[in-house]
């Protein structure tokens, strides 16, 4: 497989976003992989996709994080529901061919439910279907790996952000967790950032979630997200958030007289990121875009 871009020049290739223990370099307790956006679709989609996983697992990852868009849209007007089986099985052909021995955590993005089924009681209508063909227990979730405790948002309620039951367990969980474990947030939106300034795309509630991760500033100590399909870092009262770009770039195109180069979005190349994780609590968000 070439590997040109991992030693392509680029200002955003491999480029450390976050803080690392001070002094003597430590290793960390959890190296994590974070893929969003990847909107598979047919033609040379799933090649790129899987050229991309290969990529990823020489960084040898404990498991990855998945910021939800996983397959290319099912939420338009009028999706018939073969497009949606067949999308999710391309989606299943390269998760199962690529990552046997990879435990992989999602959240729901807005494109990944079909909200055109025939009636709210189709098994394939909206969040439901998604959760079980992610694999994942609930349309939100926690667990725990490293020391480090793993919290996964649906923020696809209105206004872009979490309903009133999701917020109450958030709350609780976050109670519940032992003084100073440090914990990773994950939403499919930005939760705080740069790029919801200038293209919107965040969660509405961020000053009630600020609000609640102060009250919770010995734990929660990284937000990462996707959709936006552009990277920015941001640091607010201690905590890291990080919207990590998109595996598919410009949904998998050449791209527009506004991309900098082949398949960018904007500025942005496609590409993932990797999350070193240290029992302090502190973080490095690294940044590899992909050359397709």
Not at 26 to 36: G, M, N, S, Y
Request: charged share 25%; glycine share 8%; aromatic share 12%.
């Amino acid at each position: 497989m070439e590997r040109r871009s991992f030693v392509k020049s680029f200002p955003l290739a491999a480029v450390a976003l976050g803080a690392a223990p001070a002094g003597k370099k430590k290793k960390p307790v959890l190296t994590v992989a974070h893929i969003t956006d990847i909107h598979i679709t047919k033609g040379d989609a799933p090649a790129k996709f899987k050229q991309c996983l290969e990529q990823v697992k020489q960084h040898k990852p404990d498991f990855f994080l998945n910021g939800g868009d996983s397959i290319m849209d099912a939420s338009y007007d009028k999706v018939p529901r073969e497009q949606v089986t067949e999308l999710w099985s391309v989606w299943d052909e390269c998760v199962q061919s690529t990552l046997q021995h990879y435990d992989m955590y999602a959240c729901i993005g807005n494109h990944d439910t079909w909200w055109a089924a025939p009636s709210h009681e189709d098994d394939m209508y909206g969040k439901d279907y998604v959760v079980k063909r992610l694999g994942i227990p609930h349309r939100y979730y926690s667990f725990d790996k490293g020391g480090w405790h793993f919290i996964i948002l649906d923020g696809n309620n209105k206004g872009i952000s979490l309903d009133e039951e999701q917020m109450e367990w958030l709350s609780r969980d976050l109670d519940n967790l032992q003084a100073g474990t440090p914990t990773l947030v994950m939403s499919h939106y930005p939760i705080l950032g740069v790029i919801p300034i200038l293209e919107g795309g965040g969660h509405s509630d961020s000053k009630q979630l600020k609000t609640l991760f102060y009250k919770h500033r010995d734990k929660v100590k990284v937000c990462i997200s996707g959709h936006e399909h552009l990277v920015d870092t941001a640091l607010y009262n201690g905590v890291h958030y990080f919207c990590n770009g998109a595996v598919s770039g410009f949904w998998w195109g050449k791209g527009d007289e506004h991309s900098a180069g082949p398949y960018y979005y904007e500025e942005t190349p496609p590409g993932y990121a990797i999350l070193e994780l240290y029992a302090d609590g502190s973080v490095e968000n690294r940044y590899y875009p992909m050359e397709y």
